[in-house]
């Protein structure tokens, strides 16, 4: 297992990360892939893909040519061919792993909503278990900051079978069939932020969520929805539809509200135990705190910072 050496100031911060609860700023260089194994992938860059290797378990990423799955749009009821979000382009933009592949989306209307939507191929979500993370790159890059309603699961059986989650709400609060997750340490400042949530926290009968899952079954329409909850909607001039397309083309003259993703995907977090950090190293344990820098005699379930002579190890009990 891979080992974490933090340093004083690298602890304080990860401390402070952590005690901010599920939405914490990207680290440099992106999500470190040997912290977790069995990846279940909806979303994420191609390079991503490749560097996941035999830790990726089921690869249900998004199809460029759209031909097994497609990132969906919704359009307007009263005109076909008018999107109600649109795909803002951004130059020398980076994700937050240091390439430029990612979703940009403004709404056009106030249910502006895009959807990983099934066409020839299901999606397989069935090697997710209660051990998972939801791990979602998430960035507002809009003129006015908005809350986001992220849906997870069939969207068919949403309601009773999967997670409906909103960020910019606080955690457990209600807003109809969403439960807030937080929010955006500095709203819309254009930096990428990682959701993650356990799904042992979204299950926990005793907890903020209380959500149940059975993905056994294959999905064949959308897997997961974000929809921009009251928004500032963009204004743009529109044309078309060219030749071969069945839409508009836009070009935006005031952007309200507006959102990035570069990644979705399921993960199980691959840590090393204080057992295994005493056997390892044969090391004294010189002091252990919990992830808002608070010391403790004992580590019960969930992270803590151990310190030894070497240094700092982040460790999962």
Excluded at 43 to 59: H, L, R
Excluded at 133 to 148: A, C, M, N, Q, V
Excluded at 150 to 165: D, P
Excluded at 185 to 201: E, H, Q, R, T
């Amino acid at each position: 297992m891979r080992k974490l050496l933090l340093t004083a100031s690298a602890l304080m911060a990860c401390s402070a990360a952590f005690a901010q609860g599920y939405i914490t700023a990207a680290p440099e260089g992106g999500f470190d892939l040997n912290s977790g194994k069995d990846y279940v992938v909806l979303y994420a860059p191609e390079e991503i893909i490749s560097a996941m290797g035999s830790k990726m378990i089921s690869n249900n990423n998004l199809d460029p040519n759209s031909v097994d799955n497609t990132l969906e749009y919704w359009v307007t009821d009263w005109d076909k061919k008018d999107l109600t979000l649109y795909n803002v382009p951004e130059e020398g933009v980076m994700n937050s792993f240091g390439n430029d592949e990612h979703i940009n989306a403004t709404p056009l209307y106030a249910w502006g909503t895009g959807v990983f939507m099934s066409k020839a191929k299901a999606y397989d979500l069935s090697k997710v278990t209660d051990e998972h993370h939801i791990h979602i790159g998430i960035r507002d890059f809009g003129s006015t900051p908005s809350k986001y309603q992220l849906s997870i699961g069939s969207q068919s059986t949403i309601k009773n079978n999967g997670f409906q989650v909103q960020v910019n709400l606080g955690v457990g609060a209600a807003q109809g069939d969403f439960v807030g997750i937080g929010s955006l340490p500095n709203a819309n400042d254009g930096k990428w932020y990682y959701i993650d949530l356990p799904i042992k926290d979204l299950i926990d009968e005793n907890g903020d969520f209380g959500f149940v899952y059975d993905f056994s079954k294959p999905i064949t329409d959308g897997v997961f929805t974000f929809t921009f909850k009251d928004p500032t909607c963009s204004t743009a001039t529109k044309s078309g539809p060219a030749p071969g397309e069945t839409v508009y083309s836009y070009d935006i003259t005031k952007l309200g509200s507006a959102v990035s993703f570069d990644h979705v995907f399921f993960y199980v977090p691959q840590t090393q135990g204080i057992e295994d950090i005493t056997e390892a190293d044969d090391q004294t344990i010189e002091a252990i705190y919990d992830l808002s820098g608070r010391r403790v005699n004992e580590m019960t379930k969930g992270f803590y910072i151990v310190k030894t002579a070497a240094g700092a190890k982040k460790v999962l009990k």
